[in-house]
Structure formats: C-alpha cells, structure tokens
C-alpha cells in the first residue's frame, strides 16, 4: 500500500497555489488535504531551480495520478517495481479502473501515448530526484522513445563511468508528424478575427492588443511566454533602422519566462512596427483616463478594458481568446490550432525560403542548432527531394555511349 511516514496515503487532486508576489505554482494533496510530503520535496526542488510553472503543473497531476493509482492497487510507493509501473501504463491507456487488466483494446478514454510518456518521464524524474536527495526509494527504471529522439552523441560520452542502466519498462511516444502549420490565409483570418482596421477612417475595431500579439507570434516566431513578458523598453522601432524586440530573461507575476534563461534580438517588420505604434497609443489614451503615462516598465500586453487596469495578460486569457477565434472560425481553420502553431508556421516560412539552419537556431532561441533540425528537418528535405520527382527530366539529358566489344557500356 502507499505510505508516507506511517500513514496510507490516497492522493486526492492537485491544489493550485498562490505564492508570494503573485506567482502561482500547484502541490499535490493527499486525503487528509495535506501535502503528500515526497511529492512536495520533488515539486519545491522544482520551484527552488527556476523550472518553469507549468513544469510543476505538469509533474502535479502526474504524480497525483500515479499515487492515487498505488493507493487503488495497495503497492508501496517506496518501491513499487516494475510490476508497479507498468501497471500504472496500462491503466493510463485503458481508462479502466485501476488494478483492472484490459485484453485487447483498451477502453475508451485512455490516455493518448504521449500523455502515458510525459507521465512516466515524470514519475522517473521523481524517483531519481528522491535518491540523489538520499531517500531510501528504488527507482523503476523507465524510458520513453519516439521518432524525434536525437542520434547526438557528445565527443566524451565514452568517459562516463556510471552510464545509468537501460530502461526495463520502456514507452515508446506517438509518432507524430511535421509540426502543424498555419496558412498565410489562416493567419490573416485569425488577424482579422481579432481587430479589423476601416479602409476609410483607418480606425481599429475590436481589441488591437490581440492582434498585435497573434501578428508578433506569426512573424518572430517567439514563444507564448516569451511575447507576454515583453515590455515597452524591449520594443525598440527602428528610427530609420530595422525595429527589434529583445527578449529578456526576468521573473513574471504569472510564471511565464524565457526558456533556456537566454537574450536575444529578434528583428521585425516596420508594419509591425507601425501595429505597435497604433497599440501604444490606445495604451496612452487609456493611462491618461487615469492620470498616467506609459512607463518602460509596463508589460506589453495588459489589460485595457477590466481591471486591475495595465496589469500583465495571463496565458488564460490569451486561451480564452483562442477558443472565441476557434468558434468564430470554424471550418476556416484546424480545430485544435494554438498559438504555438505561429511558432511552427514561421520557421517552416524562413526555411522553405532557403533561410539557412543555424539562422533560424537562433531566431527562434532554441539551446541547440539538432533541436531545430529535429523539428523542422523534414523541411530541408522535402526541398531537397522535390526535384527527385523529375528524375525523368533529368535522366533524359545524360550522355549514354555504344556498349563497347565486351558489352559494358561505355563512358
């Protein structure tokens, strides 16, 4: 059975927690509504190294799931062993009840393959944290594969003395295709969704700050979290030069950050430049309704119609928004499209247009030059490969010489 300290613990659900200073993070309870003490180590361990909040979110409700899944089958958490995980797979994918075994195919509403493999990495993660902390646990070794596994191999990996061992209970991730993309249509239709200027007047209608972030997104390729932290002072527009937005790694009321912890300049457009003009402006006239100025230090994207007035925009209302634009548009574009697919939409844009690798490495902030290549590697491909399908063409033009006394063809 599952025990801490003595105690048969039954997980009861994840508790959303707001930190000092507006943060908010999430622990895991157990049914005396108390935090399940190794659980909340692992989850502090998290917030204490800078890992993002949507990481502890995530590690939350899979520990939660899983101790609530050992509670069901009484298997000691400490050391549930390889029965105790895989068992644990096997009810994520059934649906089932726990400790029901499923022949054949799994009942409806069991998890999709890639929730089973971001589950189990996160129970590993939690056991070996656990025992480099020095508790006394056995960590059920586990990994997960998928297609996008990189073949990478640092130059001194041969010197590693204590390779950890392979995974015994291993899950393979769904294989998934191309990143989803937008078209340019799509993106004017999500745009337009969002603020419509009047040819006429060349006033706005709508919210302009929506759209302004949807435009950031389709043409720098920032992430979500990245745009939301944004500032004035980040916005520089050009003066005669090409305008950028510096992305800055600091701390945000609702957990948003930089990934990777790394500046960069990200250059943009001088339409977009003049968006942001036409947006900043709204900002001023709204700050001086309240006796005030724009100041530097104000986020880009706030609130402009609901108080607290000029406060950051949270991810949730950037989702909300998502879901209206969804309904608005429907049959115009992919039911499941989020934000993130700008990302995609703009890299696939710059590399089909022959911008080279390394570029886009950094455009688009990733730590490494193979993780892009791992995402978007089939774009350089297809463009290599398009011309395969001339092979006629091309074939027709080769010289072929007279087969020579011996039968060989000859050069």
């Not at 059934?94 to 509403?109: E, Y």
């Not at 634009?325 to 697919?341: D, S, V, Y």
């Not at 080769?398 to 039968?407: H, I, Q, R, S, T």
Request: hydrophobic fraction near 40%; include cysteine; aromatic fraction near 8%.
């Amino acid at each position: 059975m599952t025990v801490v300290g003595g105690v048969v613990v039954v997980a009861v659900g994840v508790q959303l927690l707001d930190l000092p200073g507006g943060g908010r993070s999430w622990t895991v309870l157990g049914e005396d509504r108390l935090p399940i003490e190794p659980v909340e180590e692992f989850l502090e361990h998290h917030r204490l190294i800078g890992s993002s909040p949507n990481t502890v979110r995530s590690y939350a409700h899979a520990l939660a799931g899983y101790f609530g899944y050992l509670a069901a089958v009484r298997v000691d958490w400490a050391d549930p062993g390889v029965a105790g995980l895989t068992g644990f797979v096997g009810w994520l994918r059934s649906g089932g009840p726990p400790g029901v075994r499923t022949i054949g195919v799994a009942a409806s509403g069991g998890a999709a393959p890639a929730t089973v493999s971001a589950r189990v990495a996160a129970v590993v993660a939690f056991y070996r944290y656990l025992e480099s902390a020095g508790h006394r646990v056995r960590v059920p070794h586990a990994s997960t594969a998928g297609p996008r596994r990189s073949r990478f191999v640092g130059m001194l990996a041969h010197t590693q003395r204590s390779p950890r061992p392979a995974g015994v209970v291993r899950v393979a991730r769904s294989r998934s295709g191309p990143p989803p993309i937008l078209t340019p249509a799509q993106v004017a239709a999500v745009l337009d969704c969002c603020a419509r200027r009047d040819p006429g007047s060349g006033d706005w209608t709508g919210s302009l700050r929506d759209r302004l972030l949807f435009a950031l997104l389709a043409e720098s390729g920032l992430r979500l979290g990245e745009a939301l932290g944004l500032r004035h002072a980040d916005w520089h527009t050009g003066g005669g030069t090409t305008g950028f937005v510096q992305i800055v790694p600091a701390e945000h009321p609702h957990g948003v950050r930089v990934k990777n912890s790394q500046y960069r300049r990200v250059y943009v457009s001088a339409e977009l430049g003049r968006l942001y003009g036409d947006y900043l402006w709204q900002v001023a006239d709204t700050a001086a309704t309240r006796g005030l100025t724009v100041d530097d230090g104000w986020y880009v994207f706030c609130n402009l119609t609901r108080e607290p007035l000029f406060a950051p925009t949270r991810p949730e209302t950037v989702y909300a928004l998502v879901r209206r634009c969804r309904r608005e548009l429907a049959g115009a574009l992919p039911e499941e499209w989020t934000p993130h697919w700008f990302r995609h939409t703009h890299a696939t844009a710059l590399l089909l247009s022959g911008v080279p690798l390394h570029v886009v490495t950094r455009r688009l902030g990733h730590a490494h030059v193979q993780t892009t290549m791992d995402l978007y590697g089939w774009v350089s491909d297809e463009a290599a490969m398009r011309p395969v399908a001339e092979w006629r063409r091309f074939a027709a033009g080769w010289p072929v010489g007279a087969e020579d006394a011996d039968g060989q063809v000859g050069s």
